[in-house]
Structures are given as structure tokens and as C-alpha cells.
């Protein structure tokens, strides 16, 4: 145990220090692969640990970008404030979500296509609201104002990133050892037996849905901070849906450190590739995001429970 | 207020996209039927087919509709070996693994399309690309009905193939019971091969007729996802019949809703009936609850 907090405080340590010897490029990379971790650690609430496969998390991720920019926006309000209202509204409409979902008792497949459909329904509503100026988008004006989550410089983003990834772990971590998290545990590993042994399902998957989506919106909110610019089509689409899926997948979902192997490995080495010193990096990224589906496929065949059972002996399943 | 004309045109065309539809959407609910495998690449494989036509007629001149001899035969194929390389090996997993198995599949062919093409839409014109025949007060676009008649045609050949030859009624029964299948001796392995390579032809079939009059891009495929979805689960997962009628209601719902509202509400309220049938009948509008 000790080894273990002993060799997270050095990743920890070695993370603090990146931004030292990191070049802007590269501490571009780090912030997207902490982000992406975020986000899939985040996901990973419902649909690692409570088997909750949502498809529809942009849902909550365009919830929080947009409430932290309308809330500054309209109001005035800090995005660092901001975010916690979007937390809030994003864990509403989870729960909302949620209590509508399970008391039709819609599972597996059709709770995936159901959360799919509200993120599609969001979509549209989104394109066609003119208050958030609709298709066109919101565009915020780059500046220094750190009380307002604004700055100039890269390295305040890659340390706000990081503290987001690490108080995520660690919230994993308690999670995994609380009541609730095994009663996460209980409604994905068999639902009915849950049921029988006293767990209350529908609450369990209630919270787990209504936290997921409301640490989900947090991301949403660096996300319009970190790029100054968010539409319909760049937060409410399936894109951050599958961030966070592939990072949770391939590292190992269910797990504390997976969606952040995963992540790191996906999203970060494809940003990283972006930025080679050559003419035409193209057909390199394009090439690497072929070689990542495939080493995806592969993964996912031969590794189910995704590369942080690589160290581990092989259990019975 | 908008003329009868107008109207008719637009449920014309909703018509002959509809059955385009409709025959993607058999293709997936067929597959999810009998091997219980949502196939996220359903969409790619009709952009993938739709890429193979266009190159067809751009290198050798080959018609789109020619082009069949080859797309059909090679999709089948295409079909096959993945089933072999890639899905077979999850058909046991659970639901999440066939998703993102798939997911991987859609990405493959996405930036392998990305890679060959890049990015921007690409698009053939042949000679009846812009043609019309009027008919009272509408014109109808020959290279649309066209790829509707075909549509039509594949999906009643596909339905008399289930219905009256063997191996049709063996693809049912495994889709009904795959134990009580394989205990008749039906060669349940071979089944899931044939249905998900029938369900890639038959995704390769829509995209390569629509090829004369639709532009094509790395990233046309999620849009037919999406729409088999919602097809696939309005006429009944796995339901033939019903995903024909689902595929024909949403081509009327889409064409419809761009002539009143947006295409993006339209594309809203096309996903609020999908969530109210899974809630309230997800045994989908036309199917019957299984008991």
C-alpha cells in the first residue's frame, strides 16, 4: 500500500515538474491527454463502476460548457463558480434522466440508445436556440484574468487539468471503498441479485448516473476556458462521448487508473503526433488514428478488461 | 403556407430516401436479430461501399448501378472476413464490447477512408444525376426513384429469402432461439456468418445506388447510423417488416420537417419519438411484445 502512495506521489512529483521542461506544443498534448482522462474518469462512474453505459454524456459535458459561458457571459459570474452551477444543472438532468429511464426500466442496449437520443435531442434544441446563438456558437475573448479562468499562458490550464484528474482519482479511489461504490458494484455485476440482497437499484444507478454527469460538466467548463470557443457542434456532438469511452475502455473501465492509461495513450500521443516538426503531418495523425482503432479492436478482444489487467494474473471470469 | 405541390414533391422524396433508409436499416436490425450485435460501422460500411462506386466510375466509367456486379459480391466478402477477423471473436461479450468493438471497426474505416480520400465531399455525375420526369404537378428525380425501386426490390427479395428458403428460415430460427436452433441442427456459426455478411450487403447495396445523387466524405456514415438506429428501433429491433415501415415514416418525418421547421429540430423531434418508444414500447411501434 505504501509502495503504491509512495510511487503515485512520484507520478504526481513528475507531472508538477512537466510543464519545466515541456515545450508549449507538447504542453498542449498534456493538457488534451489530461482532459481526456478527466473526462473518461468521469464516465467511468456510471459506466465502469455502476455498468451504466451511457452514450449520451456530451449531454452533460455541453451542459457545463455552456452554463459556465452563459453564467460569465450574461451574468458575470467566474466560470471557477460557474462550473459548480453547471456541475449542479448537468447532475439535475442526470438524475432527471435517470429517474425517467429506469422507472420504464430501460437496460443495456436501450438505456445506450436512449441516452444517445437525449444528447441528439439536446443537439437540436441547442441548434435552433438563438439565446446561445444557436449553429454559430459562442466565441470568448482571450485574456488574462485569472479570478475569471482566463490565461494567457499554458501552464495555469495544464495545472488546473491535473488537479481535476487527480482530486477525480481520488475520488475514484474513496468510491471504490464506500457503501455506495459497492453497491455500484452489486447493480453491474448482477442487477436481480442486488435487488434481493437489499440494494436499492434504481437509487444506486440514479446516483451513479446524476454524479457521472455532473463531474462530466466540470470538463465541459475548462473545455470552453481552455479553447474560447464552443457550438453545438463541437461539444454536443459524439465526439467527447467517444474520449471518453475509448480512454475508459482500453485502460481498463471500473478502475481508477484505466481511464487514465487509456487516455494518455489515446487522446495525449494523438496530440502529440499533431505537432511533429515535419512539412505534412497529416497522413500521420490520420495514420495513427488507424493504427489506435485498431489497436482498439484488438484490445478489446484479447484484453476485455483493457491494458491495466496486463500486469495482473488472469482471473476466472 | 406552404403549396400542395410543395407538399407532394416533399413526400415524394421522403418516399424514395425513406426505402434508401429503410434498406440500411434492415441490414443492421437483420445483424442485430440473429447474432445480438450492434454494429456501430453499419453507417461506414455504406460510406465504405459508396467510396468503392465512386472510384468505379471515376477509374473505369462503371455506372453505379453496373458497379453492383462488383460491390455486391465484394461487400458479402468484406462482411465475411470481418465477421471472421473481428466479430466472431466478441458475439459472447457483452453488449459494451460489441459497441466498442464496432466503434473500432467505425473508426478503422473512417481514417482508412480519410487516409485514401481525405476529407472533403466528393461527388459523380452521371447522365441521369439531374434528370426528371414531371408527372402532374411534381418532378419526379430519376436517380432518387431509381435507388428507391432498388431498395424496395432488395428488401422484398430479402424478405422472400427469410420466408421461403431453408437457409432464410434457419437465419429466423437462430435469430428466435439460438439453443433451440442449434439443437434442430441448425449450423448456428454459419448463420451468424451469412446474416451479418447479408447485413453488410445490404448496407453496401444503399450506398452504392445513392452514389449518382449524394455526396460522399470519411464522415457521411454517421448520419445513416443514426437513422438505422432509429428505424431499426421504431419498426422493432431485429424486425424486418418494421424497419421497413420505420425507414419509410422517417423519410417522411425528415422531408416534412425541412419544409416546416429546421432540419435540426427536425433531426430533435426525430430522436424525442425514439426515447418515447424506448420507453413506453421497445418492442418498437409496429412489433409485438416478445413474451
Given at each position: 500500500m505504501s509502495a503504491r502512495l509512495a510511487l503515485g506521489l512520484a507520478a504526481l512529483a513528475a507531472a508538477a515538474a512537466a510543464p519545466l521542461v515541456a515545450g508549449q506544443h507538447l504542453l498542449t498534448a498534456f493538457i488534451v491527454a489530461l482532459h481526456a482522462a478527466y473526462m473518461a474518469l468521469a464516465w467511468n462512474v456510471a459506466a465502469g463502476y455502476a455498468g451504466q453505459f451511457s452514450l449520451g454524456h456530451s449531454l452533460f459535458y455541453g451542459i457545463g460548457a455552456y452554463a459556465s459561458t452563459m453564467l460569465y457571459l450574461k451574468l458575470g459570474l467566474t466560470p471557477w463558480a460557474g462550473m459548480f452551477a453547471g456541475a449542479g444543472l448537468a447532475g439535475?438532468?442526470?438524475?432527471?434522466?435517470?429517474?425517467?429511464?429506469?422507472?420504464?426500466?430501460?437496460?443495456?442496449?436501450?438505456?445506450?440508445?436512449?441516452?444517445?437520443?437525449?444528447?441528439?435531442?439536446?443537439?437540436?434544441?441547442?441548434?435552433?436556440?438563438?439565446?446561445?446563438?444557436?449553429?454559430?456558437?459562442?466565441?470568448?475573448?482571450?485574456?488574462?484574468?485569472?479570478?475569471?479562468?482566463?490565461?494567457?499562458?499554458?501552464?495555469?490550464?495544464?495545472?488546473?487539468?491535473?488537479?481535476?484528474?487527480?482530486?477525480?482519482?481520488?475520488?475514484?479511489?474513496?468510491?471504490?471503498?464506500?457503501?455506495?461504490?459497492?453497491?455500484?458494484?452489486?447493480?453491474?455485476?448482477?442487477?436481480?441479485?442486488?435487488?434481493?440482497?437489499?440494494?436499492?437499484?434504481?437509487?444506486?444507478?440514479?446516483?451513479?448516473?446524476?454524479?457521472?454527469?455532473?463531474?462530466?460538466?466540470?470538463?465541459?467548463?475548462?473545455?470552453?476556458?481552455?479553447?474560447?470557443?464552443?457550438?453545438?457542434?463541437?461539444?454536443?456532438?459524439?465526439?467527447?462521448?467517444?474520449?471518453?469511452?475509448?480512454?475508459?475502455?482500453?485502460?481498463?473501465?471500473?478502475?481508477?487508473?484505466?481511464?487514465?492509461?487509456?487516455?494518455?495513450?489515446?487522446?495525449?500521443?494523438?496530440?502529440?503526433?499533431?505537432?511533429?516538426?515535419?512539412?505534412?503531418?497529416?497522413?500521420?495523425?490520420?495514420?495513427?488514428?488507424?493504427?489506435?482503432?485498431?489497436?482498439?479492436?484488438?484490445?478489446?478482444?484479447?484484453?476485455?478488461?483493457?491494458?491495466?489487467?496486463?500486469?495482473?494474473?488472469?482471473?476466472?471470469? | 403556407m406552404v403549396g400542395l405541390d410543395v407538399v407532394l414533391q416533399a413526400l415524394l422524396s421522403g418516399l424514395f430516401m425513406g426505402s434508401v433508409y429503410a434498406l440500411i436499416a434492415i441490414g443492421f436490425t437483420l445483424v442485430f436479430g440473429v447474432t445480438d450485435i450492434v454494429n456501430f460501422a453499419h453507417g461506414h460500411l455504406v460510406m465504405a461501399a459508396m467510396f468503392v462506386t465512386y472510384v468505379l466510375f471515376k477509374l473505369a466509367g462503371l455506372d453505379p448501378y453496373l458497379s453492383l456486379v462488383v460491390v455486391l459480391p465484394l461487400f458479402f466478402g468484406i462482411g465475411a472476413l470481418l465477421y471472421v477477423l473481428v466479430i466472431q471473436r466478441i458475439v459472447d461479450a457483452p453488449h459494451s464490447a460489441h459497441m466498442m468493438v464496432t466503434l473500432g471497426v467505425l473508426l478503422l474505416l473512417e481514417n482508412l477512408a480519410n487516409l485514401l480520400f481525405g476529407g472533403d465531399l466528393r461527388g459523380v455525375t452521371t447522365r441521369y444525376t439531374t434528370s426528371s420526369l414531371v408527372v402532374g404537378p411534381v418532378a419526379v428525380p430519376l436517380a432518387r426513384a431509381g435507388a428507391a425501386v432498388v431498395s424496395l426490390l432488395a428488401v422484398g427479395a430479402l424478405a422472400v429469402f427469410l420466408r421461403r428458403t431453408a437457409l432464410g428460415k434457419a437465419i429466423r430460427a437462430a435469430a428466435n432461439n439460438r439453443e433451440g436452433a442449434a439443437l434442430v441442427g441448425v449450423d448456428v456459426p454459419r448463420v451468424y456468418l451469412i446474416s451479418f455478411s447479408l447485413g453488410t450487403m445490404a448496407a453496401a447495396l444503399a450506398g452504392a445506388v445513392i452514389v449518382p445523387f449524394s455526396l460522399v466524405s470519411p464522415f457521411v456514415g454517421h448520419e445513416f447510423i443514426l437513422k438505422a438506429f432509429v428505424i431499426a428501433v421504431l419498426g422493432g429491433l431485429g424486425s424486418v417488416g418494421g424497419a421497413l415501415a420505420g425507414g419509410l415514416l422517417i423519410g417522411f418525418v425528415e422531408a416534412l420537417s425541412s419544409l416546416y421547421i429546421s432540419a435540426s429540430l427536425g433531426n430533435a423531434i426525430v430522436f424525442a419519438i425514439l426515447i418515447a418508444v424506448l420507453l413506453y414500447r421497445p418492442w418498437g411501434i409496429f412489433g409485438q411484445a416478445k413474451v
Amino acid at each position: 500500500m505504501s509502495a503504491r502512495l509512495a510511487l503515485g506521489l512520484a507520478a504526481l512529483a513528475a507531472a508538477a515538474a512537466a510543464p519545466l521542461v515541456a515545450g508549449q506544443h507538447l504542453l498542449t498534448a498534456f493538457i488534451v491527454a489530461l482532459h481526456a482522462a478527466y473526462m473518461a474518469l468521469a464516465w467511468n462512474v456510471a459506466a465502469g463502476y455502476a455498468g451504466q453505459f451511457s452514450l449520451g454524456h456530451s449531454l452533460f459535458y455541453g451542459i457545463g460548457a455552456y452554463a459556465s459561458t452563459m453564467l460569465y457571459l450574461k451574468l458575470g459570474l467566474t466560470p471557477w463558480a460557474g462550473m459548480f452551477a453547471g456541475a449542479g444543472l448537468a447532475g439535475l438532468v442526470g438524475v432527471a434522466l435517470a429517474l425517467g429511464v429506469y422507472r420504464y426500466n430501460v437496460r443495456g442496449i436501450f438505456f445506450a440508445l436512449v441516452t444517445l437520443g437525449a444528447a441528439e435531442v439536446a443537439k437540436g434544441l441547442a441548434d435552433n436556440w438563438d439565446w446561445i446563438k444557436g449553429p454559430v456558437g459562442i466565441l470568448l475573448t482571450m485574456k488574462s484574468a485569472p479570478g475569471e479562468f482566463f490565461f494567457l499562458r499554458r501552464e495555469p490550464y495544464y495545472y488546473v487539468a491535473l488537479a481535476m484528474v487527480v482530486a477525480l482519482i481520488l475520488i475514484s479511489l474513496r468510491l471504490e471503498r464506500s457503501r455506495l461504490g459497492q453497491h455500484f458494484l452489486a447493480v453491474r455485476e448482477d442487477e436481480a441479485a442486488a435487488e434481493a440482497s437489499g440494494v436499492d437499484t434504481q437509487r444506486a444507478k440514479t446516483v451513479a448516473i446524476g454524479l457521472s454527469a455532473a463531474l462530466t460538466a466540470f470538463a465541459g467548463s475548462f473545455y470552453a476556458q481552455f479553447y474560447l470557443y464552443i457550438s453545438p457542434d463541437t461539444v454536443l456532438v459524439f465526439e467527447p462521448q467517444l474520449t471518453m469511452m475509448l480512454g475508459t475502455m482500453v485502460g481498463g473501465a471500473g478502475t481508477a487508473l484505466g481511464p487514465v492509461l487509456g487516455s494518455v495513450l489515446f487522446s495525449g500521443l494523438g496530440e502529440a503526433l499533431r505537432n511533429l516538426p515535419f512539412e505534412n503531418t497529416r497522413p500521420v495523425v490520420i495514420g495513427s488514428k488507424l493504427v489506435y482503432a485498431i489497436l482498439l479492436i484488438v484490445i478489446l478482444i484479447y484484453l476485455p478488461g483493457g491494458l491495466v489487467t496486463l500486469g495482473r494474473r488472469s482471473r476466472p471470469a | 403556407m406552404v403549396g400542395l405541390d410543395v407538399v407532394l414533391q416533399a413526400l415524394l422524396s421522403g418516399l424514395f430516401m425513406g426505402s434508401v433508409y429503410a434498406l440500411i436499416a434492415i441490414g443492421f436490425t437483420l445483424v442485430f436479430g440473429v447474432t445480438d450485435i450492434v454494429n456501430f460501422a453499419h453507417g461506414h460500411l455504406v460510406m465504405a461501399a459508396m467510396f468503392v462506386t465512386y472510384v468505379l466510375f471515376k477509374l473505369a466509367g462503371l455506372d453505379p448501378y453496373l458497379s453492383l456486379v462488383v460491390v455486391l459480391p465484394l461487400f458479402f466478402g468484406i462482411g465475411a472476413l470481418l465477421y471472421v477477423l473481428v466479430i466472431q471473436r466478441i458475439v459472447d461479450a457483452p453488449h459494451s464490447a460489441h459497441m466498442m468493438v464496432t466503434l473500432g471497426v467505425l473508426l478503422l474505416l473512417e481514417n482508412l477512408a480519410n487516409l485514401l480520400f481525405g476529407g472533403d465531399l466528393r461527388g459523380v455525375t452521371t447522365r441521369y444525376t439531374t434528370s426528371s420526369l414531371v408527372v402532374g404537378p411534381v418532378a419526379v428525380p430519376l436517380a432518387r426513384a431509381g435507388a428507391a425501386v432498388v431498395s424496395l426490390l432488395a428488401v422484398g427479395a430479402l424478405a422472400v429469402f427469410l420466408r421461403r428458403t431453408a437457409l432464410g428460415k434457419a437465419i429466423r430460427a437462430a435469430a428466435n432461439n439460438r439453443e433451440g436452433a442449434a439443437l434442430v441442427g441448425v449450423d448456428v456459426p454459419r448463420v451468424y456468418l451469412i446474416s451479418f455478411s447479408l447485413g453488410t450487403m445490404a448496407a453496401a447495396l444503399a450506398g452504392a445506388v445513392i452514389v449518382p445523387f449524394s455526396l460522399v466524405s470519411p464522415f457521411v456514415g454517421h448520419e445513416f447510423i443514426l437513422k438505422a438506429f432509429v428505424i431499426a428501433v421504431l419498426g422493432g429491433l431485429g424486425s424486418v417488416g418494421g424497419a421497413l415501415a420505420g425507414g419509410l415514416l422517417i423519410g417522411f418525418v425528415e422531408a416534412l420537417s425541412s419544409l416546416y421547421i429546421s432540419a435540426s429540430l427536425g433531426n430533435a423531434i426525430v430522436f424525442a419519438i425514439l426515447i418515447a418508444v424506448l420507453l413506453y414500447r421497445p418492442w418498437g411501434i409496429f412489433g409485438q411484445a416478445k413474451v
